[in-house]
């Protein structure tokens, strides 16, 4: 009797933790810009042994980096990765007012109240090339980037700057630069080897694509180019 009560107890137990859900991959199948419909990628096994499917999740919030009035997004595509946490309370109110509020339903790790963080991937979508050497910003072949490391910035691919320019210490260009707004430089020195394009180019208060010059030897003097 004893031994069939605590069955029954540990049954009970593994039921209600087969409807508790906590975290589960996931695979995208549409993004709105704030929320993704994904498919979750571990299937649900019934008490029959049975195999089924766990439906799509619809209107899933995303977590990107967001405080501060500052923001780091990425384009997220059908067939990316990730994880959904699912909240262990209702969500709705919070989620539909940005505000404190009691849940406003009784379920507890639902599937309901997910939230989908991108990025977590599987072996076969993971990064190809991963930069060991420091913080990098990339995309996933590393054919363009922006990488931190100790003392150094690297930047890996053409630039397409809106707005001025300050540099302060020495600016070496290798290649061809072309440059719209102002550019400020203070200190150290500026080496272009290539193509310097510019509108306008002012050298010690001189402007010096509408300078002259004076003849020399002359009252009068005549102005030259």
Request: aromatic content about 6%.
């Amino acid at each position: 009797m004893y031994e069939s009560l605590t069955q029954v107890i540990k049954e009970g137990i593994k039921l209600d933790r087969s409807n508790l859900y906590t975290a589960l991959p996931a695979r995208v199948v549409s993004f709105n810009g704030h929320t993704v419909t994904c498919e979750i990628m571990i299937t649900r096994i019934i008490t029959n042994g049975q195999e089924i499917d766990i439906p799509p999740l619809a209107d899933v919030p995303v977590q990107f980096p967001h405080a501060g009035g500052f923001c780091f997004t990425v384009p997220i595509k059908p067939g990316d990765e990730g994880l959904v946490v699912f909240s262990s309370r209702c969500i709705d109110g919070w989620y539909q007012m940005g505000q404190k509020s009691k849940p406003l339903d009784h379920r507890m790790h639902d599937l309901s109240d997910g939230i989908f963080i991108v990025g977590v991937n599987s072996v076969p979508n993971k990064i190809a090339d991963f930069y060991h050497d420091g913080a990098s910003m990339q995309s996933d072949d590393g054919s363009t980037y922006i990488r931190l490391t100790q003392g150094k910035i690297l930047i890996q691919g053409d630039i397409e700057h809106l707005g001025n320019s300050r540099q302060t210490g020495n600016t070496i260009l290798i290649g061809a630069y072309s440059q719209t707004g102002a550019w400020t430089q203070q200190g150290g020195d500026a080496n272009a080897v290539g193509t310097l394009s510019a509108s306008k180019i002012i050298g010690g208060g001189i402007d010096l694509q509408n300078h002259t010059h004076l003849e020399t030897g002359t009252v009068t003097g005549k102005p030259i180019k």
